[in-house]
């Protein structure tokens, strides 16, 4: 028994200004595409099932687009594979606010995937002796919760979950950053499941054994540079499916090449810097990296800079660069108090970003958290908000 | 007051004179006079009261030789032709006199047997019984000659402040320890002064079903009730008795002898997790006489880890969050993984040796492992109502069924936890009675200085000053230690062994004394209390709670429970309308573990429909859909468009 696990592709998430030719926003192709080379790698490796543990799309309503873009993909993948049962069950993005806005998860059943979007479902499927618990957000945080436990006889006993397991993310960024329902490990009952494949977290990961998180297909969270971070803790490099072999144990990562690179830069630490100093060492990070920012999506992280340096600094070079990138985030931040901008705020005061900062830098806080890291939280979303207006 | 006909004279000759503590008396051949028998001697204005202590009688024959040629050689010849001149002499030590000063010997005067006035008199209970405020306990009769008068102990010097603590001895079986302290539980709760406050009392129970059945009448004769009567109490079983008993191995059938489902309402699971073992560790180390290291871990365990974040990215980059016994294996185990990684050089942690932390390890391992029952895992406590203590309840803390060890945790635990409460006053009463039997386990004269001994010395020590009193009980009282049964303000003794007898502890007791002691009879015993001036014998009737023998046939412990019943039952002491077929029903192919953690939540979060509840932590079911055929895949022509790319 062999299992293809897909989670968080995010179709149709909106972010940053670039579109593409045909006139979509450029991320949203990205993340098509990346879905797309999943779907191909998948049929060619012919699994016995197929599990998408959710977050197909990134929003309740999806562009017509991104929905035909979706049902084309599973169409391919049934006809393909046409023995092999589809799991698919809805994320916190792709879950309905109400059920009257009905779920666009459900159309796919008319290509014979199996769907759970709102409450926990069962599928049994006894030609392959497997059954598979399919619990979508919904199911976690809505009323009583079904038993996350093994049921029937079936010799292959799977879950597919979209969640956050208690305990997983870092303090400094807590479950809410995602939105997920909370699970613990205990609530998972690790004995007696062949596999469970999760979905919610983006950096792939093993959460016990035959436990994981597949990761998403593209960087598509809120905090693309903390799922950087914790890659880079992983010694991962971009983005992949699993393939599961229940009989052997085996995990197979198939990687997704992306669209384009996401670059964190080496920090700069401006202590000492005069502006002109500081225009320099930021263009040398710049200069340093292979193939130059061209399209790519980097941010730079400059430490230690007094308010008159950021004011003095080049602004028609910071331009350029952004333009260059298809996202260039100059992250500037001051001595003592943690200060951090995008390009073109430096010297406008009383901008909403700006407001929200200097609240949140300034509201009584419980002692276990940490100021900086809430901060920085509070100006993220803020950045992504402003930038994104249609994401969810 | 009617003066009753002298029965005797003193008599004190050069060699037996009358001190003003001792005298002796004679009587008639015939005569109620008997050893511990109170009397009464009163000549010129002055009253002295005495208890027998010894007693001779001898004839005028000048040798045993007399004797012989008086009958011809044969002993089956009729007695003296002449009856010989013969006397009953009798040594008291006295009381009490009155006037008490100026202090003189015992006048030589008619002796007369001690009426009901004369007995409160002679044992000073004058000064706190019969009055506004009186503090008088009854705690038997005193019986001689017909007659039969109540004796007190006065609560100020049983339950405190003047003194506090009773320790009762002798054989078992026999000498009705057990139902003695049941007796005088009893009595105390019927006659504790109001002035007084209020008085709860915990028991432990160390042996099978001893204790198991304070909640149920006794069969008790007519005599028995007559002498209840006299004592002004009431026959009747105590009305407030909670019992906790940890769980079997299986972790829901509870490891007690009142395991019959009728008496399951007042019956409840004892838990600790993580946390309550932590607080009380030291009790599981200084059995092996573990050093200040491991305490020192120990601090740091309970101060730094348990119950909060601990961070240490040397360790791991999540931070530790230990909760249960689980947890804190996890934490074990990372150090131990970073100290192997260390390589050479590698023996400490944190100024901690990993020896130092291995043996605290394997001692808190044990204790979870060795007493599944008492100790949880997933971090939820089922325990004694601290602060929550109420009036004339009893506690009944059952702990016969566990190892040494964790009776010894409980103990302390328990104690400990009455002594803050009680410093603090919010325990919900002001006095605590602690029953302890088998005290020389507890507290042996010989052995080890354990934490447990320790405990118990402190509270013979200091308990009295808050209100917390030691009721302890044993066999033999020179197998505990000196300090702990001599702090005692009250002892009882009952039917004692001869050996026993001999020893050093009862040389002051007179040979006749110690030969009443060794073939006491059941119900009756010696008292030592402050008003006393010398042990007084009294008589007692049998506690008004159900015997454990009977107990038994009528309550059969209900052994071996299935898993699901015994979950039911548990479920029906929130809610008593739980039906077992419900419970088997949800129970039905579920992990015990996920059930036990459901029922853990449950008794935790005493929701208002425990059902209901209990059901959602289990969680619901999920139907399967059987999917035998599939649904045709229509084919699409046209192409992907330039969306994706
Ligand atoms: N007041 C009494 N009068 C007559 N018999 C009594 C009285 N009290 C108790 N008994 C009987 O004496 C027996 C022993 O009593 P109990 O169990 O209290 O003794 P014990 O000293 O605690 O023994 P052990 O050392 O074995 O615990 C019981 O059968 C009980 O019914
Ligand atoms: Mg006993």
Redesign the interface.
Same mark, same amino acid.
């Not at chain 1, 059943?109 to 014979?112: S, T």
């Not at chain 2, 992907?640 to 790319?645: I, N």
């Given at each position: 028994m062999r299992l293809a696990h897909i989670a968080d592709p995010h179709l149709g998430i909106r972010q940053y200004h670039r579109q593409? +030719? !045909?006139g979509?926003n450029q991320r949203e192709?990205d993340?098509?595409?990346a879905?797309?080379t999943a779907v191909d790698d998948v049929i060619g490796q012919r699994p016995d099932a197929v599990l998408i543990a959710g977050d197909l799309f990134h929003s309740v309503r999806p562009t017509n687009?991104?929905i035909?873009?979706a049902f084309?993909q599973f #169409?391919r993948l %049934?006809?393909a594979l046409?023995g092999a049962?589809v799991v698919l069950i809805a994320g916190n993005h792709d879950t309905p606010r109400s059920t009257e806005t009905g779920c666009i998860l459900r159309l796919f *059943? *008319?290509?014979?995937v199996?769907v759970a979007a709102e409450a926990? %479902? $069962?599928?049994?499927?006894?030609?392959l002796d497997l +059954?598979v618990?399919a619990v979508p957000h919904q199911a976690l945080v809505g009323g *009583? %919760?079904?038993?996350?436990?093994p #049921? /029937?006889p079936e010799r292959h006993q799977v879950m597919v979950l979209h969640g956050e397991v208690e @305990?997983l993310l870092? !303090?400094d960024r807590s479950g809410e950053e995602y939105g997920g329902a909370v699970v613990t490990l205990?609530d998972l009952?690790g004995?007696?499941w062949s596999y469970v494949a999760l979905g919610h977290y983006h950096v792939q990961h093993e959460v016990a054994p035959r436990i994981w998180y597949a990761g998403a297909l593209e960087y598509a969270s809120s905090n693309l540079w903390g799922e950087l971070v914790d890659e880079r803790?992983k010694g991962q490099a971009g983005k992949a499916w699993l393939l599961a072999d229940l009989a052997t144990g085996r995990m197979e990562r198939r990687p997704v090449r992306q669209g384009r690179p996401v670059v964190d830069l080496e920090p700069v630490v401006a202590e000492g810097l005069n502006a002109a100093a500081l225009n320099g060492r930021i263009a040398e990070r710049i200069g340093r990296l292979p193939g130059g920012i061209a399209d790519k999506i980097v941010r730079l992280c400059v430490r230690e800079v007094p308010r008159h340096v950021s004011r003095e600094l080049d602004h028609a070079a910071i331009r350029r660069y952004k333009a260059e990138a298809l996202h260039f985030h100059l992250d500037l931040r001051r001595p003592e108090i943690t200060r951090e901008t995008g390009v073109g705020t430096p010297g406008r005061r009383q901008t909403l970003p700006d407001l929200v900062r200097h609240f949140l830098a300034h509201r009584p806080l419980p002692a *276990?958290l940490d100021r900086d890291a809430f901060v920085r939280l509070g100006t993220d979303l803020i950045d992504a908000v402003e930038r994104d207006p249609a994401g969810g | 007051m009617i003066a009753l006909r002298p029965i005797g004279r003193v008599v004190a000759t050069e060699l037996k004179p009358s001190t003003p503590h001792q005298f002796y008396f004679w009587t008639a051949r015939d005569t109620p006079v008997g050893i511990g028998a109170i009397v009464r001697v009163e000549e010129a204005g002055r009253v002295v009261f005495g208890v027998v202590t010894d007693a001779v009688a001898y004839s005028d024959m000048m040798t045993p030789m007399h004797a012989v040629l008086g009958a011809d050689g044969d002993p089956g010849a009729m007695d003296d032709p002449t009856r010989r001149a013969e006397i009953r002499l009798f040594s008291a030590s006295v009381l009490r006199q009155m006037p008490e000063e100026p202090l003189q010997p015992v006048p030589i005067g008619p002796v007369r047997l001690a009426s009901d006035d004369d007995v409160r008199l002679a044992l000073r209970m004058d000064a706190y019984t019969g009055r506004d405020r009186a503090t008088g306990i009854p705690v038997g009769v005193y019986a001689a000659g017909g007659l039969e008068s109540p004796v007190y102990l006065d609560c100020d010097f049983l339950l405190g402040p003047e003194a506090a603590h009773l320790n009762i001895t002798g054989v078992s079986g026999l000498a009705t320890k057990t139902s003695a302290v049941e007796f005088l539980l009893t009595s105390i709760f019927q006659t504790f002064p109001v002035h007084k406050g209020s008085v709860a009392a915990v028991c432990f129970n160390v042996k099978g079903p001893d204790l198991c059945f304070l909640d149920q009448p006794a069969v008790l004769s007519d005599e028995e009730r007559r002498l209840y009567a006299r004592l002004g109490l009431t026959p009747t079983p105590f009305t407030d008795v909670h019992y906790y008993a940890p769980f079997k191995s299986d972790g829901v059938n509870l490891n007690t002898l009142r395991s019959h489902e009728a008496l399951a309402a007042n019956t409840r699971p004892l838990v600790w997790g993580l946390r309550e073992v932590l607080d009380y560790a030291e009790v599981l180390l200084n059995r092996d006489d573990v050093d200040a290291k491991a305490d020192a871990f120990i601090d740091f365990l309970g101060e730094r880890v348990v119950g909060r974040?601990y961070r240490d990215d040397t360790l791991r980059?999540?931070?530790f969050?230990v909760q249960t016994f689980a947890d804190l294996e996890e934490f074990f185990r990372a150090i131990f993984d970073f100290v192997e990684a260390m390589g050479k050089g590698g023996e400490v942690w944190r100024t901690h040796h990993v020896a130092t932390i291995r043996k605290v390890r394997n001692r808190l391992s044990n204790i979870s492992t060795r007493s599944k029952g008492l100790v949880t895992d997933d971090g939820t406590a089922s325990d004694l109502p601290w602060g929550g203590f109420a009036d004339r309840n009893v506690y009944v803390v059952d702990v016969a069924g566990l190892d040494p060890l964790a009776q010894d945790l409980v103990f302390a635990r328990a104690v400990s936890r009455l002594r803050e409460h009680l410093e603090r006053r919010d325990l919900g009463v002001d006095h605590v009675v602690v029953f302890v039997d088998e005290l020389n386990k507890y507290a042996s004269a010989d052995g080890s200085d354990t934490y447990v001994r320790k405990m118990l010395l402190d509270l013979s020590e200091r308990g009295r000053y808050l209100g917390l009193v030691l009721f302890s009980a044993q066999q033999f009282r020179s197998q505990v230690h000196r300090r702990v049964v001599g702090n005692a303000g009250t002892a009882i003794y009952g039917r004692m062994d001869m050996d026993e007898l001999a020893t050093p502890g009862y040389a002051t007791l007179s040979p006749a004394t110690k030969i009443k002691l060794a073939t006491l009879p059941k119900g009756e015993l010696m008292i030592r209390h402050p008003h006393f001036t010398q042990p007084i014998f009294v008589k007692f009737p049998r506690p008004p709670v159900m015997t454990s023998r009977e107990g038994l046939d009528r309550f059969p412990p209900a052994t071996g429970l299935s898993f699901p019943d015994a979950v039911a039952r548990q479920l029906r002491t929130f809610d008593r309308h739980i039906s077992t077929d419900g419970v088997h029903a949800l129970v039905e192919?579920?992990?015990e573990p996920?059930v036990l $953690?459901a029922l853990a939540a449950t008794r935790r979060e005493r929701p208002a429909d425990p059902f209901a509840f209990f &059901? !959602?932590c289990?969680?619901? $079911?999920?139907?399967?859909?059987?999917?035998?055929t $599939? %649904?045709?895949?229509? +084919?699409?022509r046209h192409a992907? /468009?330039?969306? @994706? &790319?």
């Open positions: 593409t +030719s !045909a979509v192709a993340v098509a595409a879905f797309r687009a991104a035909v873009f084309r #169409q %049934r006809e046409p049962p *059943e *008319e290509l014979g199996d926990a %479902r $069962r599928f049994v499927y006894p030609a +059954s618990l *009583e %919760r079904p038993a996350l436990r #049921q /029937g @305990g870092p !303090a205990r009952g004995e007696g803790r *276990e | 974040d980059t999540k931070p969050n192919g579920r992990a996920d $953690r &059901s !959602a289990l969680g619901r $079911r999920v139907t399967p859909e059987a999917l035998t $599939r %649904r045709p895949v229509p +084919s699409i992907d /468009g330039d969306y @994706g &790319s």
